[in-house]
């Protein structure tokens, strides 16, 4: 069993940065690859960022490659997206999941999830 509790977002207005984290509690953290997801009002939840349980693979989607950044820090069972150049366009609830195995951009593929935190960019 993985508990995930997502913190660090706000409001913030385009072009600043913000920082998410997400800790996570149970022994096989580091087994497991970490994904963040997003969902904005009236939308699909959609694939962010995802990373291996060894940081040796990083997958992002197109949206955001070159302004996010996804680690890890096993010894701290915490996961982070380091959000810059924000645009109101990334505007939603992010959630981090995990799952065992490879990294997935796949929601469904995804075992266990927290409970979001709200990202508000203002143009």
């Known amino acids: 069993q993985v508990r995930l509790i997502e913190s660090g977002g706000g409001l913030v207005q385009a072009g600043d940065s913000l920082r998410l984290s997400c800790a996570a509690s149970g022994r096989t953290f580091s087994s497991h690859a970490m994904g963040w997801f997003r969902q904005a009002p009236g939308k699909e939840r959609e694939f962010v960022a995802a990373i291996t349980w060894t940081s040796d693979s990083t997958y992002y989607a197109d949206s955001v490659k070159g302004r996010f950044t996804i680690s890890r820090d096993n010894a701290k069972n915490t996961v982070y997206l380091q959000m810059n150049s924000l645009k109101p366009e990334d505007t939603a609830v992010y959630y981090c999941?995990?799952?065992?195995?490879?990294?997935?951009?796949?929601?469904?593929?995804?075992?266990?999830w927290g409970q979001g935190t709200q990202v508000t960019v203002s143009s």
């Open positions: 999941a995990a799952r065992r195995g490879v990294g997935s951009r796949r929601g469904y593929e995804y075992d266990y």
